[in-house]
């Protein structure tokens, strides 16, 4: 996982149960407002005002645009992968092999073009 | 112009809006084997489909599609813009069946970039950007070589490939690849030097934060990749 990878390349640590809990910050810096902005964003959620308006004072103009930016352009690549079944590449699977099912990756749809799917919960 | 920089509420830089006007004026030009108006069609479909997400499916408000395109289309623009979690091989088999894969491809490019031009709009708290005018002419019927099964739902790059398989998920249509990952480059993993590197310069946010949000968009929209 590259949200992994990139912590330990700068000596942090970081929670990947942050990925898939609400408003968590998973030890990254101003993460538990991001997070809450991308929530808000994919749920189209009665609070995506206010949250978009903590994310621009906590985070500024310049990287608000680009927290926007990220969450925008990642609502469309999971549907290039979702709507083309691609599988995971190798090395990814390798590298989260120990995180997958805790986090409960393996139960999604998508595991199954990876063969990796576990049946749903 | 679309996305002109007047819009956002705060400075956006101008290669991303560059590259936001150029794969949005590409959705409405004929395409590799959907026209222009197609192609409008099925960002039209996309978007009214994805705006009542929060919906279930058979409760949408969707009248009656104004578009010529076949059932199957329709269905596949709906789904894939506002279902992506409950796609699957055997639904994806069936579009292809009728549409053929290239055609089914081609459709997915459409939507996946008009998915992301929207979900950023909303971020931004503008709203959506006006369709492209269809353009006139033909679908120019280009079935790229060294295409081969990697055990995706259609067929995909194998020749001289070394990247990420997300990157070639749609390479049975190149045009539609361009289309979108102008816009990945702009807006999230900028060249592939950049991309390769841990600790990024080159965005305001660092990498793990960048990396935080597209882990959280990717879970909560139950995709494994």
Redesign the interface.
């Known amino acids: 996982m590259l949200l992994r990878a990139s912590s330990q390349a700068v000596g942090a640590e970081v929670d990947l149960t942050a990925a898939v809990e609400d408003a968590a910050d998973g030890g990254v810096e101003d993460g538990a407002v991001l997070t809450a902005f991308a929530e808000a964003v994919v749920r189209a959620a009665d609070d995506l005002d206010a949250a978009r308006a903590r994310a621009l004072e906590t985070l500024g103009p310049a990287k608000f645009v680009e927290a926007a930016a990220t969450v925008g352009i990642f609502n469309g690549l999971v549907r290039v992968a979702d709507s083309t079944g691609i599988p995971s590449d190798a090395m990814m699977l390798e590298r989260t092999a120990d995180v997958r099912g805790d986090l409960g990756f393996n139960r999604w749809a998508g595991a199954s073009a990876s063969g990796v799917a576990e049946a749903p919960a | 112009m679309s996305f002109d920089a007047g819009r ?1 509420p ?4 101008e290669d ?1 809006t560059a590259a936001l006007r150029k794969s949005w004026a590409d959705i409405g030009r004929a395409g590799t084997w959907w026209t222009g108006p197609e192609r409008v069609a099925v960002a039209a479909l996309a978007r009214v489909e994805r ?1 009542q ?2 919906e279930p499916p058979w409760s949408r408000n969707r009248g009656e599609p104004d578009t010529a395109l076949p059932e199957k289309a329709i269905e596949a623009a709906r789904k ?2 506002a279902d ?6 055997a639904w ?1 088999e069936e579009i292809i069946a009728e549409l053929g894969d290239a055609r089914y ?1 081609e459709l ?1 490019s459409v ?3 008009t ?11 503008i709203e959506h950007e006006p369709l492209p005018e269809p353009e006139t002419g033909e679908p120019t019927r280009e079935r790229p070589e060294g295409m081969g099964d ?5 067929p ?1 790059q194998v020749v001289d490939w070394s990247r ?3 990157a ?3 390479s049975l249509v190149p045009a539609g690849v361009r289309t ?1 990952f102008r ?2 480059a ?3 993993s900028g060249t592939a030097t950049d991309f390769e590197k ?3 310069d080159h ?23």
Do not use: K
């Open positions: 956002f705060v400075p956006v830089r991303m705006v997400r929060n894939i813009g992506p979690m409950h796609l699957d091989r994806a491809v997915a939507v996946v970039t998915v992301a031009a929207d979900a950023f709009c909303e971020a931004m708290g990697i055990g995706a739902w259609v995909v990420a398989n997300v070639r998920a749609l979108f816009m990945v702009a807006m999230y841990m600790v990024w965005r305001p946010l660092t990498r793990p934060q960048v990396e935080l949000l597209a882990a959280r968009v990717s879970a909560l929209n139950q995709c494994f990749y």
